[in-house]
């Protein structure tokens, strides 16, 4: 992507480079001692310090947020940025908690995994008793119950809306670095092999800016004329309470509606038992923050508010990445395809990057009658030199083609007592379309049922569109899903969602129209105790392509069966002890895979310190039934290995808050496989400082 020019010190480079190799060849040598020979010490070292040990972690409960999802969404391999949109969402919302007390639907709305029943309730239940005092209270709105009640408790703040303003967040200045580096990579890279994040927020009473700087692994510490970090990004935003509500300039993200048309940040439907928002959320502009190189806007936007109604302008220019096919070999003609990894740490890579200008602009009007809400939005793509497709496959007969697209949009949502009815119509300059239509219902307060229907036909397109349960525009899926939700018995919550799905043309690993279907059961236990436990069976059928006689491809049913349990005990508010195991049973001839791990998070008193550990085993069949399994990392960073073949894999982490001002991150994790395997060991170490003022 474009990087703005911005000055930049160069001097200190050598240094730098001294540092990096000299911390990395120390940490990476130190794994024989730390983690390989004293392991089970540290191990036998925790149930020692039980007694120590008395307050609560709200990391730990974030954590918990996060891991059930993010899961899911690594298993889905056709969306990839979708595990970090989802986890620097959460992410954003711990450092900038949602005004509860404001009963704002717009902020409440933040709170994207809250269906809209549930953001309803909340504010008309503030509405009526004037507001929340304590987290506890949360349990008496309707919809809501104790395990949700606890899910938004690190994402939310009590204080009032004027103490506590949703676009201002404290501290004022926050300063993040992030430094990784993975032990036994031998490829030949341009730059240096480890990554470097760093973010720098200014935050103030209805005004913030930032700054985002990565390099990833391979790729130079600065790169270009003038020179810079592979990605820069920046923002200046400004926001008010009167008919000016949003001006942001620099890099910013944007949804309207339900996102079939404009969404560059998180889609809907995220989880088969976990629906979120379906609904769509109020329309919404927002400085960009990430570090993902592909999907955001670099210009200028503004929201305005009129009583009830609501407009929206953006305008965007910027650089991507693509490859070029040149006639002549010196003047580019056309783009054959976009390159969205964001890594350029080859020659070819480097070839890619802001090769071609995108323009994007275009604009919303929305009407609120609170039971009823608006929407229309049209918008328009432009490209400096035009897409052309050499149809080699079937499957590639929808594609895009041209310079310049346009998408126009409607949409609505509407609330009539305990049911929720809600969809988006849109359509591109070709006339593909892409419909939405779902309805949820509350028949009882510990109840709830949704149904969701969207069809996007072969060949809509829409670059900046996410729908629900979507991972590109031209999903070409026609597609039912249904989610129920309640409370079975006393501290027993059950949810189970289903998806169908019929594809009218072709798609890849499958030559002929076909269909899958995907289901999902989540059962949890949570007494009053200091115990929980949890078990989740998910089923998928889905039709591929396999290799016949005479090389011509035949399908057949793939199915693919998983089993997760977790028990989780919790002797002292801040000490967890976690178990957990996997089971994955795929295809036929049947691959199975299964995993059992151990985790250990606990947080001293009497020291600032926090650990995270992790013991796990795994052994699969082959790669298909490879397992993922969340881990706690650094702030704004996730990993989710996928395990396959037979090894272990152990992690520790430990953040310390050494002032008032600061705290810092250190983990180092280690995947070792059996001799059988044939694999090599690997090692990663990880290093964050974050300082506040």
Same mark, same amino acid.
């Given at each position: 992507?474009?990087? *703005?020019?911005?000055?930049?010190?160069?001097?200190?480079?050598?240094?730098?480079?001294?540092?990096?190799?000299?911390?990395?060849?120390?940490?990476?040598?130190?794994?024989?001692?730390?983690?390989?020979?004293?392991?089970?010490?540290?191990?036998?070292?925790?149930?020692?310090?039980?007694?120590?040990?008395?307050?609560?972690?709200?990391?730990?409960?974030?954590?918990?947020?996060?891991?059930?999802?993010?899961?899911?969404?690594?298993?889905?391999?056709?969306?990839?940025?979708?595990?970090?949109?989802?986890?620097?969402?959460?992410?954003? @919302?711990?450092?900038?908690?949602?005004?509860?007390?404001?009963?704002?639907?717009?902020?409440?709305? !933040?709170?994207?995994?809250?269906?809209?029943?549930?953001?309803?309730?909340?504010?008309?239940?503030?509405?009526?008793?004037?507001?929340?005092?304590?987290?506890?209270?949360?349990?008496?709105?309707?919809?809501?119950?104790?395990?949700?009640?606890? @899910?938004?408790?690190?994402?939310?703040?009590?204080?009032?809306?004027?103490?506590?303003?949703?676009?201002?967040?404290?501290?004022?200045?926050?300063?993040?670095?992030?430094?990784?580096?993975?032990?036994?990579?031998?490829?030949?890279?341009?730059?240096?092999?480890?990554?470097?994040?760093?973010?720098?927020?200014?935050?103030?009473?209805?005004?913030?800016?930032?700054?985002?700087?990565?390099?990833?692994?391979?790729? *130079?510490?600065?790169?270009?004329?003038?020179?810079?970090?592979?990605?820069?990004?920046?923002?200046?935003?400004?926001?008010?309470?009167?008919?000016? !509500?949003?001006?942001?300039?620099?890099?910013?993200?944007?949804?309207?509606?339900?996102?079939?048309?404009?969404?560059?940040?998180?889609?809907?439907?995220? =989880? %088969?038992?976990?629906?979120?928002?379906?609904?769509?959320?109020?329309?919404?502009?927002?400085?960009?923050?990430?570090?993902?190189?592909?999907? /955001?806007?670099?210009?200028?936007?503004?929201?305005?508010?009129?009583?009830?109604?609501?407009?929206?302008?953006?305008?965007?220019?910027?650089?991507?990445?693509?490859?070029?096919?040149?006639?002549?070999?010196?003047?580019?003609?056309?783009?054959?395809? /976009?390159?969205?990894?964001?890594?350029?740490?080859?020659?070819?890579?480097?070839?890619?990057?802001?090769?071609?200008?995108?323009?994007?602009?275009?604009?919303?009007?929305?009407?609120?009658?609170?039971?009823?809400?608006?929407?229309?939005? &049209?918008?328009?793509?432009?490209?400096? %030199?035009?897409?052309?497709?050499?149809?080699?496959?079937?499957?590639?007969?929808?594609?895009?083609?041209?310079?310049?697209?346009?998408?126009?949009?409607?949409?609505?949502?509407?609330?009539?007592?305990?049911?929720?009815?809600?969809?988006? /119509?849109?359509?591109?300059?070709?006339?593909?379309?892409?419909?939405?239509?779902?309805?949820?219902? *509350?028949?009882?307060?510990?109840?709830?049922?949704?149904?969701?229907?969207?069809?996007?036909?072969?060949?809509?397109?829409?670059?900046?569109?996410?729908?629900?349960?979507?991972?590109?525009?031209?999903?070409?899926?026609?597609?039912?899903?249904?989610?129920?939700?309640?409370?079975?018995?006393?501290?027993?919550?059950?949810?189970?969602?289903?998806?169908?799905?019929?594809? +009218? &043309?072709?798609?890849?690993?499958? =030559?002929?129209?076909?269909?899958?279907?995907?289901?999902?059961?989540?059962?949890?236990?949570?007494?009053?105790?200091?115990?929980?436990?949890?078990?989740?069976?998910?089923?998928?059928?889905?039709?591929?392509?396999?290799?016949?006689?005479?090389?011509?491809?035949?399908?057949?049913?793939?199915?693919?069966?998983?089993?997760?349990?977790?028990?989780?005990?919790? +002797?002292?508010?801040?000490?967890?002890?976690?178990? !957990?195991?996997?089971?994955?049973?795929?295809?036929?001839?049947?691959?199975?895979?299964?995993?059992?791990?151990?985790?250990?998070?606990? *947080?001293?008193?009497?020291? +600032?310190?926090?650990?995270?550990?992790?013991?796990?085993?795994?052994?699969?069949?082959?790669?298909?039934?490879?397992?993922?399994?969340?881990?706690?990392?650094?702030?704004?960073?996730?990993?989710?290995?996928?395990?396959?073949?037979?090894?272990?894999?152990?992690?520790?982490?430990?953040?310390?808050?050494? =002032?008032?001002?600061?705290?810092?991150?250190?983990?180092?994790?280690?995947?070792?496989?059996?001799?059988? =395997?044939?694999?090599?060991?690997?090692?990663?170490?990880?290093?964050?400082?974050? /300082?506040?003022?």
């Amino acid at each position: 992507m474009a990087k *703005r020019s911005m000055n930049t010190h160069r001097s200190k480079l050598p240094y730098y480079n001294l540092f990096h190799y000299s911390f990395a060849f120390f940490v990476l040598n130190f794994e024989n001692f730390a983690v390989k020979k004293y392991f089970f010490c540290i191990f036998f070292f925790v149930f020692y310090s039980i007694s120590s040990i008395n307050t609560r972690c709200q990391e730990e409960n974030l954590s918990e947020s996060i891991a059930s999802f993010a899961e899911e969404l690594a298993e889905n391999e056709t969306d990839p940025e979708a595990v970090a949109a989802y986890i620097e969402k959460l992410h954003e @919302l711990t450092e900038n908690p949602v005004a509860l007390n404001s009963a704002d639907e717009t902020e409440l709305s !933040r709170l994207f995994f809250l269906t809209g029943f549930q953001i309803r309730a909340l504010a008309e239940y503030i509405h009526s008793t004037g507001r929340i005092f304590s987290v506890y209270e949360i349990v008496n709105v309707p919809g809501f119950d104790r395990e949700l009640a606890s @899910l938004i408790i690190p994402f939310i703040s009590l204080e009032s809306k004027a103490t506590q303003p949703s676009d201002f967040k404290r501290p004022l200045n926050t300063v993040l670095t992030n430094f990784s580096a993975k032990q036994g990579q031998t490829e030949e890279y341009s730059g240096t092999d480890h990554k470097i994040l760093l973010k720098y927020k200014l935050n103030g009473n209805g005004f913030s800016a930032g700054i985002t700087a990565e390099k990833d692994s391979g790729e *130079r510490y600065f790169s270009g004329d003038p020179a810079q970090p592979d990605f820069l990004s920046g923002h200046l935003a400004w926001f008010g309470t009167g008919m000016i !509500r949003k001006i942001i300039i620099g890099d910013y993200s944007a949804k309207f509606g339900l996102g079939t048309a404009i969404n560059t940040g998180l889609r809907t439907g995220l =989880s %088969l038992t976990s629906p979120g928002c379906l609904s769509g959320g109020i329309d919404e502009i927002r400085p960009y923050t990430s570090s993902d190189e592909n999907n /955001f806007f670099r210009g200028a936007a503004m929201m305005l508010r009129y009583k009830k109604l609501d407009l929206s302008f953006f305008y965007s220019v910027n650089k991507i990445d693509a490859t070029v096919i040149s006639y002549d070999g010196i003047h580019p003609d056309y783009i054959e395809s /976009f390159y969205t990894s964001g890594v350029h740490n080859s020659y070819n890579s480097l070839l890619k990057k802001d090769s071609v200008s995108e323009l994007n602009y275009g604009a919303t009007l929305g009407l609120n009658l609170n039971n009823l809400l608006l929407g229309l939005l &049209w918008t328009k793509t432009e490209f400096s %030199l035009p897409v052309k497709t050499t149809v080699k496959d079937p499957v590639d007969l929808y594609d895009f083609e041209g310079s310049s697209n346009q998408t126009v949009s409607g949409y609505y949502r509407a609330s009539l007592g305990r049911t929720m009815l809600f969809g988006e /119509f849109s359509s591109d300059r070709r006339g593909h379309m892409a419909i939405v239509q779902g309805i949820s219902m *509350r028949p009882a307060e510990r109840f709830s049922l949704t149904l969701l229907f969207r069809n996007y036909e072969p060949g809509f397109m829409a670059f900046h569109g996410r729908g629900p349960f979507s991972t590109t525009s031209g999903d070409n899926i026609k597609g039912l899903y249904a989610n129920l939700t309640f409370e079975a018995a006393k501290y027993f919550f059950m949810s189970a969602g289903c998806d169908l799905r019929n594809y +009218p &043309w072709l798609r890849y690993r499958c =030559s002929v129209p076909s269909s899958s279907f995907g289901s999902e059961i989540r059962l949890k236990y949570i007494p009053a105790g200091s115990w929980s436990a949890e078990a989740v069976f998910g089923f998928r059928k889905s039709i591929t392509d396999v290799s016949g006689s005479l090389g011509i491809e035949k399908q057949k049913e793939s199915e693919a069966r998983l089993l997760k349990g977790s028990l989780k005990y919790s +002797p002292g508010g801040n000490f967890t002890l976690t178990s !957990r195991i996997g089971y994955n049973i795929i295809g036929s001839p049947q691959s199975r895979g299964m995993f059992i791990m151990q985790d250990i998070n606990w *947080r001293f008193t009497k020291i +600032p310190v926090s650990v995270w550990m992790r013991y796990c085993i795994f052994s699969t069949d082959d790669w298909e039934s490879r397992l993922y399994t969340y881990e706690n990392d650094l702030l704004h960073s996730y990993s989710i290995p996928a395990l396959s073949d037979e090894g272990k894999r152990t992690y520790a982490m430990v953040a310390w808050k050494f =002032s008032g001002h600061g705290d810092m991150r250190v983990k180092y994790a280690m995947t070792e496989f059996n001799e059988k =395997s044939g694999r090599s060991s690997s090692g990663e170490i990880k290093v964050q400082v974050r /300082f506040w003022f």
